[in-house]
Every structure is written in structure tokens, then in C-alpha cells.
């Protein structure tokens, strides 16, 4: 298939994934708000001008334009204001908290006073309030899993696939004339040939042997023969400078050096093997992917100026930065447009992707920042404490907490992650991440 289009499905795919991501988490609001009788007048997944919509009951479920999130309205979002007198003083601040009390005013209709979001249990805003980011943590996992114990990870076997002529003192250097044999090509060893032992310790994965060979000394490696015999070789190994290796990565020193470290050498080359991991595995690999995006997104602000220094600077662009829906795009494109990767490795990395974004939504979403989830969680805390204390001195009930109070802060909020997602997006277009 032309390399072109298989760039464009890849786009299309993480487009679609990442749409089912957004409704996916909107209906982890709205399933719980129903559930709990609050009248839902919108679900809608993108922001801006509406592309599509029906009304189903007395909700309006849409597609709009901008993909850049989604949202449910619920009648009763904020309490009313205490000071009836005062909510109608002009200016801009005021404004903006008495607009965002009326946004949804026009939806109250006779019957829907005791259908109000503010009116319910705390307990039970936190559970509307928290649906949308565990419906993107269990989405997440989820396709985590299938990628990792579904499909499994690429992994290197004990199976021998190539003897080495020679052992070179630089791995990158190829093997001259007049070079010694390799310790595997002169005890016998043959392609073909799989590892079952390392000095009389069962080997299972090439991982196992880290430690099993020992430098300088002869090695007993017992092997299973393609005719199906088993035989134990003799072998003792050459010690040369080699990378090391930390999390499946070269280490690196603080000059972009590669880090070398002395190692025993047999002078053979293992196949590569998919290994499906167990669910327990998978389940741990989403919780470690949780912490490493929670990690990320706690330095977001020096993540964020190190783009816009590569961007409009001279250094060069992070591949572990962060990126916007058009930098994935460009990623899952490049993926599928892969002539070296086959159709499972790209279905593994196109579902590795939209589950690195839906852990992203998760954490990013728990921020505890007015207009995210996160920030109306905080609230219900705030409000949970503070009820609390009256009680404990025996005050009355100080009613919900008014965080529509919060709206200029909310504003100047939103106003900064637009700006970073524009910033992020220019990025993407100007000094795309490439691999």
C-alpha cells in the first residue's frame, strides 16, 4: 500500500481513537449525573461551532469542531448567589460570576428546582466530578493490556540466530582479517541453537543471564540443538566495552555520551521474540505509564518553555516533550507509514499511543485546577472540611461551597492552556518531534 496513505489512516485511526477517548470520558460524567436525576441539557464532544447534533430526551448530544476536548452542562452547575442584592452589581469580575451561575438557566424548566448539580451530596458530585477521569484510566488500561498481554512484547530469546566471527574491541566496528575467532564460533556454537542453561542455572529469557556469565573464566552453556539434542559447550567468554543498558535504553552521561562499562562477550546474536505479558504484568506496566505522565505533567511549565525555546531557539526538540492532537497524528501516521514495522508492531504502537493519551487525560484532568475535574473534586473537599468544622462547633450547615466565585481564576486558567496548547500545536507544525 502507498506509504502516503498508510500515513493518512494512521492519522485518521489515533482521530477517531482520540474522539472515543473524549466522549469516553464525557459519558463517565454523564452516565453518574443521570443517574442521580440532574437534568444534562448537552453532551458534546469538541468545542466551537456545532458539525452535528440530535436531541434524545432532554439531552442534545453533538459533535463541534475543534477537537480539543468535550464537555456535559448540568442545570445548577454553581448555588445561587447568597446576596441577591449584590450578584447584580456591575463590573467585569461580577459579570463573569454572574454569568456563569445563568449559563444554564434557559434549560430550567417547571420541575427540574430539586434537579440541581449544586443541590446534591457531596458524594455524590465527586462521583460525577471523578467518572470522566477513571473512565479514561480504565480505558487506558484497558488498551494498555491488550497491547501488552494481547499482543505481547517484542523481547530477545535464548534462540540463537547468528554466530559472530569475531568479538570487535568497538561494537560499531565490523571484523578484520587476522581478528580472533569469537569464543561461540570456536566452541561450535550454531544458529539455531537454544539457550536452556548458564552454569547450571536455567535460562527462560536472555534477561535471566545478566550476572549468569562470568567474565574470564570458562562457562558452562548447555544448549538445545535444532536435531533435538541437548549439549553443553565450553566457553569462556571475551571481556570488552559495551554500552550500558538502563530501561531498554542506552545510558547516556550528561554529554550525550554513550556510557561504557566492561562485559563478558560470547560473540553470539539472539533472535528477538514476542512474549504476551500476564495481566498482572500489564496491569503494573499501566500503573508505571500513570506515574511517568503524573511526573510529566508536575514539571508541565518547564516542559512547556523547553518547546518554545526549540521552536523559536536554536536546541533541539525532546522527543519525551509534550505534544499536542496534532503531534500525535503526525506520530501514529509515521507509525503506520513504517516499512520496517509489521501490521502487529503498528496496531501495538497506535493502541500504545491513544493509551499514553487517555493516562494523560486522566492525571491532567485531576489537577486541581478550575475549569478541570480536578478542580470541581477540590471544591467538594474544601466544602466536605469546611461543613465539618461547623459542625464540630456547632454552627449551622454553611450551605454548598460557591465556586463560581472562582470564575475569574477559572478564566485565567483556561486562557493559559489555551495558550499552551496553541504554543504546543505551532510546535508540532514548525519543529515537529521526529524519530
Known amino acids: 500500500m502507498n506509504e502516503s496513505l498508510l500515513y493518512i489512516i494512521g492519522i485518521v485511526v489515533v ?3 482520540i474522539g472515543f477517548s473524549i466522549g469516553w470520558h464525557e459519558l463517565g460524567h454523564l452516565i453518574p449525573a443521570k443517574l442521580f436525576g440532574v437534568k444534562v441539557p448537552k453532551y458534546m464532544i469538541g468545542f466551537g461551532p456545532t458539525i452535528f447534533s440530535k436531541k434524545i430526551g432532554e439531552t442534545e448530544y453533538g459533535l463541534k ?14 448555588p445561587p448567589a447568597r446576596d441577591a ?13 454572574f454569568a456563569a451561575r445563568d449559563a444554564h438557566s434557559e434549560f430550567v424548566e417547571p420541575g427540574d428546582e430539586n434537579r440541581m448539580f ?29 497491547t501488552l498481554s494481547g499482543i505481547g512484547v517484542s523481547q530477545v530469546s535464548t534462540t540463537v540466530a547468528q554466530v ?20 561461540a564460533l570456536s566452541a561450535g556454537l550454531h544458529a539455531g541453537d537454544k539457550v536452556l542453561a548458564i552454569n547450571g542455572t536455567k535460562v527462560t529469557s536472555w534477561v535471566d543471564s545478566a550476572g549468569l556469565i562470568k567474565p574470564d573464566v570458562v562457562n558452562q552453556i548447555q544448549v538445545l540443538k535444532s536435531t533435538g539434542t541437548q549439549v553443553t559447550y565450553s566457553i569462556k567468554p571475551v571481556t570488552v566495552q559495551r554500552p550500558v543498558i538502563e530501561n531498554g535504553a542506552i545510558k547516556l552521561d550528561a554529554n550525550g555520551q554513550q556510557v ?20 498482572g504484568e500489564s496491569l503494573a506496566a499501566s500503573g508505571q505509564s500513570v506515574a511517568q505522565v503524573a511526573q510529566m505533567i508536575l514539571h508541565l511549565p518547564e516542559q512547556v518553555a523547553a518547546v518554545g525555546q526549540s521552536t523559536f531557539g536554536n536546541e533541539k526538540r525532546k ?16 507509525v503506520a507509514s513504517s516499512s520496517s514495522a509489521t501490521f502487529l508492531q503498528k496496531l501495538q504502537s497506535e493502541l500504545g499511543i491513544l493509551a499514553s493519551l487517555n493516562f494523560a487525560l486522566f492525571a491532567f484532568n485531576l489537577l486541581p485546577l478550575l475549569p478541570l475535574d ?46 499552551m496548547s496553541a504554543l504546543i500545536i505551532i510546535a508540532d507544525f514548525v519543529n515537529p518531534i521526529s524519530f
Open 15 to 17: 482521530a477517531l481513537g
Open 65 to 78: 469542531l475543534i477537537p480539543l476536548g468535550g464537555y456535559i452542562s448540568m442545570i445548577g452547575m454553581y
Open 85 to 97: 442584592s449584590g450578584s447584580r452589581k456591575r463590573g467585569f469580575f461580577r459579570d463573569m460570576v
Open 118 to 146: 449544586y443541590q446534591l451530596p457531596i458524594w455524590k458530585r465527586m462521583v460525577i466530578m471523578l467518572g470522566g477521569p477513571v473512565m479514561n484510566l480504565i480505558l487506558g488500561t484497558a488498551l494498555l493490556t491488550i
Open 164 to 183: 559472530s566471527a569475531c568479538v570487535p574491541v568497538d561494537a560499531t566496528t565490523e571484523c578484520a582479517a587476522g581478528d580472533a575467532p569469537s569464543p
Open 260 to 279: 561504557l562499562a566492561p562485559r563478558p562477550v560470547l560473540g553470539i546474536i539472539l533472535a528477538s521474540e514476542t512474549r504476551p505479558l500476564s495481566l
Open 319 to 334: 522527543a519525551d516533550g509534550p505534544v499536542s492532537v496534532i503531534g500525535i497524528g503526525q506520530i501514529a501516521g509515521e
Open 374 to 419: 480536578g478542580g470541581h473534586v477540590a471544591g467538594g473537599i474544601y466544602e466536605a472540611i469546611k461543613k465539618g468544622l461547623f459542625r464540630l462547633m456547632r454552627k449551622p450547615n454553611p450551605g454548598p461551597a460557591d465556586t463560581a466565585l472562582l470564575m475569574p481564576l477559572t478564566w485565567v486558567v483556561f486562557i493559559a492552556l489555551m495558550a
